[in-house]
T-cell receptor, first 116, second 111 residues
């Protein structure tokens, strides 16, 4: 079974530029998560999708971050405009259900973003 | 919202010794407590989890204990091996939603 795929793996941009990350979850997984992991910290949930609907985006900085999962499969996370403090690893995870009994979240390798 | 604290931030043990990592959480509604292992350049990988209706769970060399009254849970690794070296994260959430992670523990197992 293929794991969670993310691209690009690395991205370097200047502040105020825009950037987008892509995630392809494990086939058949209904729930998709985006996390931000700043160096030396644990992952912080940004947004959770159930199929193509948003379950939780309470920690997403909506003035600059946006995410979509139009067909309930792939997802993109966008930052516009980027700030220096957005430098982090952006992790995508998926689980088969995610709502109700605990389900394992499977993480992708992440996209490492450096904002200069 | 939930707040998870994890200790220690770094832990160094000799191969064959045991390692213990402790976490506390704040939200009494949390009922799911997974532990993840993250190796350099990779995403976190689930190694064990426990639900609030269970006090202890074991899987070979790894065990987790949960004290709901005190709101803390711990990861125990016995007979450590060099390949156990990684960063370990605890997390707490309501089922699998609104998961909050600890800051991580960097475990080094010296051969």
């Amino acid at each position: 079974e293929a794991g969670v795929a993310q691209s690009p793996r690395y991205k370097i941009i200047e502040k105020r530029q825009s950037v987008a990350f892509w995630c392809n979850p494990i086939s058949g997984h209904a729930t998709l998560y985006w996390y931000q992991q700043i160096l030396g910290q644990g992952p912080k949930l940004l947004i959770q999708f159930q199929n193509n609907g948003v379950v939780d985006d309470s920690q997403l900085p909506k003035d600059r971050f946006s995410a979509e999962r139009l067909k309930g499969v792939d997802s993109t996370l966008k930052i516009q405009p980027a700030k220096l403090e957005d430098s982090a690893v952006y992790l995508c995870a998926s689980s088969s259900r995610g709502v109700g009994p605990s389900e394992t979240q499977y993480f992708g390798p992440g996209t490492r973003l450096l904002v200069l | 919202g939930e707040n998870v604290e994890q200790h220690p931030s770094t832990l160094s043990v000799q191969e064959g010794d045991s390692a213990v990592i402790k976490c506390t959480y704040s939200d009494s509604a949390s009922n799911y407590f997974p532990w993840y292992k993250q190796e350099l350049g990779k995403g976190p990988q689930l190694i064990i989890d426990i639900r609030s209706n269970v006090g202890e769970k074991k899987d070979q060399r790894i065990a987790v204990t949960l004290n709901k009254t005190a709101k803390h849970f711990s990861l125990h690794i016995t007979e450590t091996q060099p390949e156990d070296s990684a960063v370990y994260f605890c997390a707490a959430g309501y089922f699998n939603n609104d998961m909050r992670f600890g800051a991580g523990t960097r475990l080094t197992v010296k051969p």
